[in-house]
């Protein structure tokens, strides 16, 4: 059973109706400067009220987000790795917990590469910081990344994301996949999902509908928000699906008008879902 701390800590991070829109941008830890995010302040500005938690480095953290925010952070406490490598996995941790605390973290992640010649090291880093955070009431979420040239298929990210919940993972992030339903059936924790490479605002809110119906606790979704054209118009658009149960044609049609509205200053207004609802539904 876990303590109060780390209770009221997820609490935090995924809301009382069980399902969080946490939005990805540290991506830097081994891309670098990625597209949208090369100011990640001006990027992560407008996009914080309407998420449920925050995924960054501690680097962004200090540099590029308000202390006086309200937004969780789940922390990124892996790297060590960089997009030069041939081989993503060697990852090591880079952050104490003691300064994930000093950060008022609400939870802290790491990447695990499974089936990679650094699977060891890196479910250990798991184990290790799990160990550490029911110490300090502190939350962890493992990654279930994949290397260059791993398929993302069900059997493989289901192997990946029971471990991780074996190994004591609190909740676990992954990529959609067919058969999707099954990685969830054989996770006894949370997951939520990765957005992954974007894609047109369609198909990427149809995936976050997909991967709600078929029980994700969320999305942690990074490009498919900030690389959008209007990243506002569709996180609010994502939030709909997640909170508010939005079919991929409702969510869309409210991308478009928040768009539109945001160009024209009229308010956004769609049938049987509004802006203001999905608003609401943050707290
Ligand atoms: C990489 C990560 C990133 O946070 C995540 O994958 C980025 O989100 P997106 O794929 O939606 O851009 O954990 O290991």
Same mark, same amino acid.
């Given at each position: ?12 991070v ?8 946490m939005?990805?941008?540290?991506h ?7 597209? #949208? *995010? ?7 500005k407008? !996009?914080l009220?309407? =998420?449920?938690a /925050?995924?960054?480095t501690? &680097?962004?953290v200090?540099?590029?987000?308000s202390p ?19 081989d993503l996995s060697?990852? #090591? *941790? ?8 000093? !950060?008022?973290?609400? =939870?802290?992640? /790491?990447?695990?590469?499974? &089936? ?14 799990i ?16 290397g ?7 059997r493989?990210?289901? !192997?990946s994301c ?13 990529y959609?996949?067919?058969g999707f ?15 992954g490479?974007k894609l ?9 509908h997909?991967?709600?119906?078929m029980?994700?606790?969320g999305?942690?979704?990074g ?6 054209e209007a990243?506002?118009a ?7 699906i ?7 044609k409702?969510a869309?049609?409210?991308y ?7 160009k024209t ?9 509004t ?9």
């Amino acid at each position: 059973m876990y303590d109060w701390g780390l209770k009221n800590r997820l609490s935090r991070v995924i809301k009382s109706d069980g399902k969080t829109v946490m939005l990805a941008v540290d991506h830097g830890y081994f891309l670098g400067p990625t597209t #949208g *995010l090369e100011d990640a302040e001006k990027t992560i500005k407008p !996009l914080l009220p309407y =998420a449920d938690a /925050l995924m960054p480095t501690r &680097g962004i953290v200090r540099t590029s987000v308000s202390p006086i925010s309200e937004t969780p952070i789940v922390l990124r406490v892996s790297g060590g790795n960089s997009i030069l490598d041939e081989d993503l996995s060697n990852e #090591g *941790l880079t952050v104490s917990m003691e300064d994930a605390v000093r !950060l008022n973290a609400a =939870a802290v992640a /790491l990447s695990i590469y499974v &089936g990679s010649q650094n699977q060891k090291e890196t479910l250990l880093n798991l184990t290790k910081l799990i160990d550490e955070g029911h110490r300090y009431g502190m939350p962890v979420l493992a990654v279930t990344a994949v290397g260059k040239n791993m398929v993302r298929d069900a059997r493989y990210l289901a !192997l990946s994301c029971r471990i991780a919940a074996e190994l004591g993972a609190h909740f676990v992030k992954t990529y959609y996949c067919d058969g999707f339903e099954k990685l969830v059936k054989t996770c006894p924790v949370p997951l939520v999902m990765a957005g992954g490479k974007k894609l047109p605002e369609y198909e990427a809110l149809e995936l976050t509908h997909n991967a709600m119906i078929m029980g994700a606790a969320g999305v942690d979704m990074g490009r498919n928000i900030f690389q959008s054209e209007a990243p506002v118009a569709m996180i609010q658009a994502v939030r709909a699906i997640v909170h508010d149960n939005a079919t991929p044609k409702k969510a869309y049609e409210l991308y478009l008008s928040l768009k539109k509205s945001k160009k024209t200053g009229k308010q956004a207004k769609v049938k049987g879902i509004t802006a203001s609802a999905a608003e609401l539904s943050r707290h």
